[in-house]
């Protein structure tokens, strides 16, 4: 194990605690009653769970048919015949992580599914497999994350909000696969 993947493992390891531990210092430095405002926001979380469940299978749904029909197989072929034309058609392995990057903004366990699907046929230690938790980790589910909190204070207009975090998924996909390549390549 090289220094700069020990020094990642550790960082990873001690970031959530330390996040962790700050959120109660600070909370407690504040005089928050902490229980009592976990307990508030796990029953306002339950509701809003209740509450996204269809959307949630409306989408999971629309996103298995476009899976079976095959449409991603054939965006991988015209993506990867772009690649060609660009000079960049020794990165076409980085084309199997298209279904993950269209799938992500629309929602999270679909996009994990996705992911487990990358895992299943190329390894959770391949260099797709570790491309594919980095854009998990880059991206953001944007049309759920709109619906939700949009939907709860029933905001009509949303104006820019859609693009620039289209734009900030987008970049987050294409960091990722540089990440991927720069790290793991």
Do not use: N
């Not at 605690?17 to 909370?27: E, G, T």
Request: proline content about 4%.
């Amino acid at each position: 194990m090289d220094s700069l993947e020990l020094m990642m493992d550790t960082v990873s390891q001690w970031t959530i605690p330390w996040v962790m531990l700050m959120i109660v210092v600070w909370a407690a430095y504040k005089r928050v009653p902490m229980y009592e405002s976990f307990v508030t926001g796990a029953k306002e979380g339950f509701t809003v769970a209740v509450t996204i469940i269809p959307y949630l299978v409306a989408i999971l749904f629309v996103i298995k048919v476009f899976i079976a029909s095959g449409v991603f197989e054939d965006l991988k072929i015209i993506f990867g015949w772009m690649m060609d034309q660009v000079g960049l058609g020794a990165y076409r392995e980085s084309l199997d992580l298209l279904p993950l990057a269209l799938t992500r903004p629309l929602t999270g366990g679909g996009a994990r599914g996705v992911l487990l699907e990358i895992f299943d046929s190329h390894g959770p230690d391949s260099f797709l497999g570790k491309t594919a938790t980095l854009m998990m980790g880059s991206t953001e589910t944007t049309f759920y994350i709109l619906t939700v909190y949009y939907g709860s204070i029933q905001v009509k207009k949303i104006r820019h909000t859609l693009p620039a975090c289209l734009i900030a998924d987008i970049v987050g996909i294409f960091t990722a696969v540089f990440l991927g390549y720069f790290l793991f390549g």
